[in-house]
């Protein structure tokens, strides 16, 4: 997930667990209430959503530097500035991820697809880079 590569510049000892313990579950979750699937215990699944934010992770680390970040951007005190330039690159991030997740999961599922599976993707990371902005804001002001 490419938020994490933004979280990464402030907080990066928390990037791995964050991917583990806050990403991946909110994703399957809303996956699962958009879809319905009998599947949705299914290890097969979960491990595409994991290879699915994995690839998403290695291209965010590639164009890291071409997305606004705490760590890249600015240096110095804190500002509005800094908290809109971090909105701006995960909304940057967001759409990349959106696609890269997309089209992971669209690969495995050819045969059986989901119904709306663009729309259920682009949900379930809504929910998951939601979550991190606001961990991202916290670690900013605290």
């Not at 907080?11 to 909110?26: G, R």
């Not at 879809?35 to 595409?48: A, D, M, N």
């Not at 994995?54 to 240096?75: D, E, N, Q, R």
């Not at 110095?76 to 701006?88: A, H, L, P, R, V």
Request: aromatic share 24%; glycine share 6%.
């Amino acid at each position: 997930m490419l938020a994490n590569v933004i979280l990464a510049y402030h907080v990066p000892y928390i990037m791995v667990f964050l991917l583990c313990f806050v990403v991946l579950p909110v994703e399957y979750f809303v996956f699962w209430l958009f879809q319905k699937r009998q599947h949705f215990y299914s290890l097969k699944i979960f491990g595409q959503m994991v290879l699915a934010n994995i690839t998403s992770l290695i291209v965010g680390f590639m164009i890291s530097v071409f997305i606004p970040t705490y760590g890249t951007m600015w240096k110095g005190g804190m500002s509005q500035d800094n908290i809109i330039g971090i909105f701006i690159g995960y909304i940057i991030a967001f759409f990349i991820s959106w696609f890269i997740e997309y089209y992971v999961m669209y690969l495995f599922n050819k045969k059986s697809p989901f119904p709306k599976l663009d729309k259920t993707i682009g949900y379930a990371n809504v929910a998951s880079y939601f979550i991190l902005y606001m961990i991202t804001f916290a670690a900013i002001l605290f």
